[in-house]
Structure formats: C-alpha cells, structure tokens
C-alpha cells in the first residue's frame, strides 16, 4: 500500500512539476496583453477575470507593451507561484524566448490573439493558440465595404481602398489580404486598392499611414478604408476629417467592435460606419478557463482555436454588445 502510494508520488513529481505549486495553494495564472489601453485588451482581462471568479482560482492581469516586461512578467508570475499564462505577446518574434523561459520556470503557456513566430516566420505550430479566423473575417469586410459602396452609389472611376496594413504580424495580414481578395473578387479595379503600412498598430499609426496616401492621391473622391483592426481604421478615418472628406465620402469598417463604441455612440454618423466585433468573451474566459483546467486536470487544450466575428454597425450595435455581456 505505502509502496503503491511512495511509487504514485514519484510517478507525480517526475512527470508534473506544476503539481507541487497546486497542492500549495489555489491555481493561479498571469493574463498578460501587450495594449492594456485598448478596450478590446480590457475585456479580455475582464472575461479572465469571471472565469476566475466563477471557477475558482486566481488570476494576474499584467501589461507588457515591450519584450523587457514580457520577460520579466513571466519571471516574477513564476516566483510569485504561478503555473501557466495566457498572453498576447507584443512582438511575436519573441515566440522562442517566451517558450524556453516559461519551460525553465514550469509554466504553461497558452497564445492569445497573436501567434508565436519562429525565427524563419513560420508559425510556431507547437504552442497552443486561441486566435481569429483572419482570412475570413477579413473577407467579410472586403465583402461589406463593395456592399456599402453600392448601396451609396459611389462612382467606381473616383473611389479607392485603403487598406492599412501591418503585415509583421500574421493576424493582421490575413485580415487585410482577406478584405483585399474579396474587394477584387466582387469586381473592385486592383488598381485602386493601395495600402498604407502602419508604423505602429495604435490610431496616430494609422492617422500618419492614411495621410500619406491621402496626399499622393488628391483625385480620389470616395474612400473604403479597411485595416487589422478598430484602431487602424478609426485612424485613418481622422485623417479624412482632416482632409475634408464629408462622412457620406468614406466608408471604414474595422475588426474587434469593442473599440469603436465611442465612435457608433457619436451624434451624427461619421465615415467609421461598421466593425466585425470579435468574441472578446471566448479570448479572455475561455483562454483562461481552458489553461485552468490544463494545470488544474492535465486537459490539454486544443492547439489552435480560431473564433469568428459578426458585422455591427450603428443601428444594432447597442443589442449586440449587450447580448454578449460587453455593455
Ligand atoms: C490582435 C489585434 C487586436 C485584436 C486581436 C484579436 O492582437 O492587435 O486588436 O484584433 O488581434
């Protein structure tokens, strides 16, 4: 009996250094997101914060907008008890140095929103994933904008894409490529689909990225704007007001939902007219939920999970957000 039970432990240790941390005290886990400013980065610390709450055990909101913070976030999550984290990394290149920290310091990790790179760019298949179906996403909003540019009547020989692209980063390429392929597959001249690459993925990036192009095409009458998310077409948005484009002349449709409230909830309509809002409930409870019961019963999440978007717009983003718990 004793033997059975001494050959049980060994068996435990040898095979799961978490479990040590687990018999200590309540499982606890870090939720580590690199734009802590961004309301989409708030919800998912929010949901985090339920599935914590309801399912009973502790979790660490950390920001880390740079690799230095990433770095020591992980360390201190672990000298502080921590088994596992959830994280949306701010550089995906730090993949590899992210994976070989947490395995030095015994944590599990699960990826966020954005995946880990390898160094060679591809994908790092290996580490589990909750993201968003970007290339499909993406067409729904390449297909939205054709839509609402006949719907408006805008002449074709004066109306131009802008895409404003961030293509370092995978997630967001698939989404721009996504709206890109769909404009052209409707019958939108790819001559008149250009791209502002954005030096930094925050609303002065994007402003800066869609001045540009607003200077080197003074024709253009009518604008489609799309881009990786919110903020990148909130910004380029801007810079049409600052242009004088009245918001009958643009039509911008983002990606997330959760940070153009602000923008729906103004007086008057301006050229951000929809978003395909994102589960932020599904990346921040479930990914917490699902880390939770990796440490807490050895259920390994799947390696990846891809969520999906729905449109909203003006006239129904009030509900929409209120059935799914954001408002
Ligand atoms: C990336 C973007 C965020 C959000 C998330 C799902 O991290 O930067 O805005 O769209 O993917």
């Not at 060679?120 to 839509?147: C, F, N, W």
Request: charged share 20%.
């Amino acid at each position: 009996m004793i033997g059975t039970l001494l050959a049980a432990c060994t068996k435990r240790a040898a095979t799961s250094p978490v479990s040590d941390h687990a018999a200590a005290g309540p499982i606890k886990i870090g939720f580590i997101v690199k734009q802590p400013e961004v309301p989409w980065f708030q919800l998912e610390w929010k949901f985090a914060d339920q599935a914590a709450r309801e399912l009973g055990f502790e979790v660490v909101k950390i920001a880390a907008p740079d690799g230095e913070k990433l770095l020591s976030a992980i360390d201190n999550l672990a000298a502080g008890g921590a088994q596992g984290f959830v994280v949306c990394t701010p550089d995906t290149r730090l993949g590899p140095s992210v994976v070989a920290l947490a395995k030095r310091r015994g944590l599990k990790i699960l990826a966020v929103d954005d995946r880990f790179q390898n160094p060679d760019g591809t994908p790092m298949e290996g580490v589990h994933y909750l993201g968003i179906s970007a290339r499909k996403i993406g067409e729904s909003v390449g297909a939205a904008l054709q839509a609402e540019m006949i719907a408006r009547k805008f002449p074709a020989a004066d109306t131009a894409v802008c895409a404003v692209t961030f293509d370092e980063l995978d997630t967001a390429k698939a989404r721009t490529d996504g709206a890109i392929a769909a404009l052209v597959a409707t019958g939108f001249s790819p001559d008149r689909i250009y791209q502002a690459p954005q030096k930094t993925t925050d609303i002065p990036g994007s402003f800066d990225a869609m001045n540009i192009l607003l200077t080197q095409h003074p024709e253009v009458k009518h604008w489609l704007i799309c881009g990786l998310n919110d903020s990148a077409v909130l910004g380029a948005v801007r810079a049409t007001e600052g242009r004088g484009f009245a918001a009958d002349k643009v039509i911008g449709i983002g990606i997330n939902g959760t940070d153009c409230i602000a923008e729906f909830e103004k007086s008057k309509p301006t050229g951000f007219y929809a978003s395909s809002l994102l589960s932020a409930r599904q990346h921040g409870y479930e990914t917490a939920k699902m880390l939770f019961l990796w440490i807490k019963e050895g259920k390994e999440p799947p390696l990846v999970t891809n969520t999906v978007g729905v449109m909203i717009n003006r006239d129904n983003f009030a509900q929409t957000l209120e059935d799914q718990g954001i408002r």
